[in-house]
């Protein structure tokens, strides 16, 4: 069983978004392109977004660290530290308030026969 600190790969992935010319960072602690499941630890540094795109499946997001914005058409969600949001499943954006750090968990539908 395999155990990882989330506290220590935000930190990490913070540090790594600081290095970064797009001013984010991103790893996959479960799953990927081959699972339904898949867990990602994204930072983002104070000012970045994720620019408007569809969900890929259900999706939840989970603030590790900071504070961020969701917008879905007319809806805003403001989330800091510690707080979960079920994303909606329509077209969104993500936008890091400040330096920020989020636990993204996708449940996708992966082709039949793979």
Known sequence: MESISLTSLASDQLAEAERSHSG???????GGHTHELRQTVLALLAGRDLAEHDSPGEATLQ?????????TGADVWDGKTGDYLAIPAERHALHAVEDSVIMLTVLKSIPSGQ
Request: glycine share 6%; no cysteine; hydrophobic share 45%.
């Open 24 to 30: 984010r960072a991103a790893h996959t602690i479960h």
């Open 63 to 71: 603030v590790l660290q900071g504070h961020v914005r969701l917008t």
